[in-house]
């Protein structure tokens, strides 16, 4: 017996032949089907469930204070988010460069919040993002932050020891409670860090309740 099937998933989506309607001739191919597209429903459904973080003014002021500390800020423009380990920079969005630079340090990190490959991988992957472009990086270093358990004390608009010291596993650059790098290499001074942060807070905050920008001269 012919079997006119269309199927409609709660997003919206609805599938039929040119004609209007799906005409299977057989159960099993009605089946098959009907398993078919109930799975990427599920997938769709799922990708949108996927958590998207709110850029408010301390999780953004904070995400330039690890710029600022990874050598990335760039007074705020978006060349910071196409930085190489080493300062060089790279020309395409569309995926982690993966690209090994040895200086004194050997290592693949790219982007404003420097991301080495293996872990661009695996937050691009759990928030289910696409190409490496800035807004995906902010994403991606919210995630890294709030995998710390420090997307909390983020939120309270004030940049503590911390709170440095939670993210030092993920940032080189960041002091531990013992002022030292997490990975034994160069390390922004609290007070440094903290400075720009404030100036960096202000400023956001500004900005977000429309009273426009102030002057953030650190580079």
């Not at 190489?84 to 630079?101: C, D, N, R």
């Not at 928030?127 to 270093?141: I, M, Y």
């Not at 020891?161 to 002022?179: G, V």
């Not at 160069?186 to 920008?213: I, W």
Request: aromatic share 10%; glycine share 8%; hydrophobic share 40%.
């Amino acid at each position: 017996m012919d079997l006119a099937l269309t199927l409609r998933s709660g997003l919206g989506l609805s599938f039929c032949a040119l004609s209007g309607a799906l005409v299977i001739t057989s159960e099993g191919s009605a089946s098959y089907l009907q398993s078919s597209m109930a799975a990427r429903v599920l997938t769709a459904r799922q990708e949108q469930a996927r958590p998207s973080y709110v850029l408010t003014p301390e999780r953004k002021a904070l995400l330039n204070t690890i710029r600022f500390a990874e050598g990335t800020w760039k007074k705020g423009s978006d060349l910071g988010y196409r930085v190489l380990y080493g300062g060089s920079t790279f020309s395409s969005f569309a995926k982690h460069p993966e690209k090994v630079i040895v200086k004194r340090y050997t290592s693949a990190a790219a982007g404003a919040y420097q991301f080495l490959p293996g872990t661009w991988k695996m937050a691009s992957s759990k928030l289910g993002l696409g190409d490496f472009g800035p807004r995906n990086q902010d994403q991606a270093a919210l995630f890294l932050i709030e995998r710390r358990n420090a997307l909390a004390m983020a939120d309270q608009g004030e940049l503590t020891p911390q709170l440095l010291a939670k993210l030092a596993p993920e940032w080189a650059s960041l002091p531990t409670l013992q002022a030292k790098s997490f990975y034994g290499q160069p390390v922004k001074k609290h007070q440094d860090l903290k400075a720009f942060y404030e100036k960096s807070l202000e400023q956001e905050r500004r900005q977000a309740a429309g009273m426009g920008p102030i002057s953030l001269l650190l580079s």
